[in-house]
């Protein structure tokens, strides 16, 4: 049987999910930057392990000559959602890049068609172009899209199957099955109540924002200023802290903002 040169024929693929992370993570920063809500939330991305492929190859029947074009999740990139409301969205980011820089070779729907074992997820192949050390090369790649409530039951599951080796026992593949039908109400009552997370978690990020900048006021003025008031602001801040008043914040934090004007601070 012929000898795989491993190093090398899984350099194209170490680079697709290099190249792939980091262009579908810049896309989610620009969605921030922007102050616009980024359908995912994460990104990772991993290379098969040569024990995986070839038990893949194994249980597909695939000759040695066939494997990096039989097996098309060698080079995996994994989009997770916090919301099952922005799969869709990011379903369309990468259908965006279609002819691009990538081809969209198929798509399978684990979300609505959910597998016998309780897997739901949303997977692309696609093809991707990489000019590596070693010349130019096509990959396959499979995108996966999920929610952090689909991944953490998948990465459960995909443990016990390894525990098991495959043959998961009768009980616990139906807790399992179970366990999956929460997953999906979980997402389902998450997105009904979408925008009020979203209100909360920018309200919390606001409040932060806010403290970070009383904070850095006082210590500006503390320093350049030496004014010997700044310790009662200083004090005052952590007593309008507590009272937990937004509005009371920001008056104060307006004030220290005069006071950095007239002190030159
Ligand atoms: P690993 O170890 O995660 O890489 P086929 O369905 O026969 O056309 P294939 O490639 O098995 O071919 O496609 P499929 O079913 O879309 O599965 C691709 C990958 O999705 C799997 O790769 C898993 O990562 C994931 N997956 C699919 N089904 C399940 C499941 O029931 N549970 C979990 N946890 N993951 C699943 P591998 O190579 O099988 O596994």
Same mark, same amino acid.
């Given at each position: 049987?012929?000898?795989?040169?491993?190093?090398?024929?899984?350099?194209?693929?170490?680079?697709?999910?290099?190249?792939?992370?980091?262009?579908?993570?810049?896309?989610?920063?620009?969605?921030?930057?922007?102050?616009?809500?980024?359908?995912?939330?994460?990104?990772?991305?991993?290379?098969?392990?040569?024990?995986?492929?070839?038990?893949?190859?194994?249980?597909?029947?695939?000759?040695?000559?066939?494997?990096?074009?039989?097996?098309?999740?060698?080079?995996?990139?994994?989009?997770?959602?916090?919301?099952?409301?922005?799969?869709?969205?990011?379903?369309?980011?990468?259908?965006?890049?279609?002819?691009?820089?990538?081809?969209?070779?198929?798509?399978?729907?684990?979300?609505?068609?959910?597998?016998?074992?309780?897997?739901?997820?949303?997977?692309?192949?696609?093809?991707?172009?990489?000019?590596?050390?070693?010349?130019?090369?096509?990959?396959?790649?499979?995108?996966?899209?999920?929610?952090?409530?689909?991944?953490?039951?998948?990465?459960?599951?995909?443990?016990?199957?390894?525990?098991?080796?495959?043959?998961?026992?009768?009980?616990?593949?139906?807790?399992?099955?179970?366990?999956?039908?929460?997953?999906?109400?979980?997402? +389902?009552?998450?997105?009904?109540?979408?925008?009020?997370?979203?209100?909360?978690?920018?309200?919390?990020?606001?409040?932060?924002?806010?403290?970070?900048?009383?904070?850095?006021?006082?210590?500006?003025?503390?320093? +350049?200023?030496?004014?010997?008031?700044?310790?009662?602001?200083?004090?005052?801040?952590?007593?309008?802290?507590?009272?937990?008043?937004?509005?009371?914040?920001?008056?104060?934090?307006?004030?220290?903002?005069?006071?950095?004007?007239?002190?030159?601070?």
């Amino acid at each position: 049987m012929e000898i795989i040169n491993w190093d090398e024929k899984l350099l194209p693929y170490a680079q697709t999910v290099n190249e792939l992370t980091v262009k579908l993570e810049n896309l989610s920063l620009g969605f921030q930057k922007l102050d616009k809500q980024s359908p995912i939330e994460r990104v990772v991305g991993r290379v098969k392990s040569i024990s995986s492929i070839i038990e893949k190859a194994k249980r597909k029947e695939i000759p040695n000559d066939r494997i990096f074009e039989d097996i098309e999740d060698i080079a995996g990139v994994r989009i997770i959602c916090r919301f099952i409301g922005d799969i869709e969205r990011a379903i369309s980011l990468v259908r965006e890049r279609d002819t691009r820089d990538i081809s969209i070779i198929k798509e399978r729907d684990y979300i609505t068609n959910i597998k016998p074992s309780g897997y739901r997820s949303y997977h692309m192949i696609v093809r991707y172009p990489v000019i590596t050390a070693f010349g130019y090369f096509e990959t396959l790649c499979e995108i996966q899209i999920r929610t952090l409530s689909m991944d953490f039951w998948a990465t459960v599951e995909h443990s016990l199957r390894y525990k098991y080796k495959g043959n998961i026992p009768r009980h616990i593949q139906e807790r399992l099955i179970t366990t999956s039908e929460a997953s999906a109400m979980l997402d +389902n009552e998450m997105n009904e109540i979408r925008e009020d997370i979203l209100d909360a978690q920018s309200l919390v990020d606001r409040r932060a924002e806010l403290i970070d900048e009383i904070l850095k006021n006082i210590q500006v003025l503390h320093y +350049n200023s030496k004014l010997k008031q700044v310790e009662e602001l200083n004090n005052e801040f952590y007593e309008i802290y507590e009272s937990g008043s937004a509005e009371r914040l920001m008056e104060f934090n307006r004030q220290l903002k005069l006071m950095r004007e007239i002190y030159r601070a």
